[in-house]
Nanobody, 117 residues
Framework: QVQLVESGGGLVQAGGSLRLTCAAS????????MNWFRQAPGKEREFVAA????????YYTDSVRGRFTISRDNGKNTLDLQMNSLKPEDTAVYYC??????????WGQGTQVTVSS
C-alpha cells in the first residue's frame, strides 16, 4: 500500500508562491493517478488538481487554473503542486491523494497553507 507524506506548506502573503511536495513510499506510485485536495476551516474538502499516471493529463478546478501547476516525478516517487499568485481564499490544509485499486483513495496527513492579505 502506498504511503504519502506532504511538505512545503507555510505562511505566505497574498500574491506569493509556495511549492508543495508529496513523497510516496512503495514501488507502485507510478501506477496511480494522483490528486491534490484541500480543506479550508469550516468547509468540506474540495478537489484542487489531478494528474494521470504518466503525467500526460492534468486537470484543475476552475478557481486555481492558471495559477497552480501539478506535476510528478515517477523516478523519485514525488508529486508537486506549484502555487503562484496565492489568494487568502487558498488558505487550507492541502492533501496528497492517490487513486489506488478498486476505486479507493489513499490520503496523506496534509500540510497547512496560510495566505495572509
Amino acid at each position: 500500500q502506498v504511503q504519502l507524506v506532504e511538505s512545503g506548506g507555510g505562511l505566505v502573503q497574498a500574491g506569493g508562491s509556495l511549492r508543495l511536495t508529496c513523497a510516496a513510499s512503495g514501488r507502485t506510485f507510478s501506477n496511480y493517478a494522483m490528486n491534490w485536495f484541500r480543506q479550508a476551516p469550516g468547509k468540506e474538502r474540495e478537489f484542487v488538481a489531478a494528474i494521470s499516471w504518466n503525467g500526460g493529463i492534468t486537470y484543475y478546478t476552475d478557481s486555481v487554473r492558471g495559477r497552480f501547476t501539478i506535476s510528478r516525478d515517477n523516478g523519485k516517487n514525488t508529486l508537486d503542486l506549484q502555487m503562484n499568485s496565492l489568494k487568502p481564499e487558498d488558505t487550507a490544509v492541502y492533501y496528497c491523494v492517490a487513486d489506488v485499486e478498486a476505486g479507493n483513495k489513499v490520503w496523506g496527513q496534509g500540510t497547512q497553507v496560510t495566505v495572509s492579505s
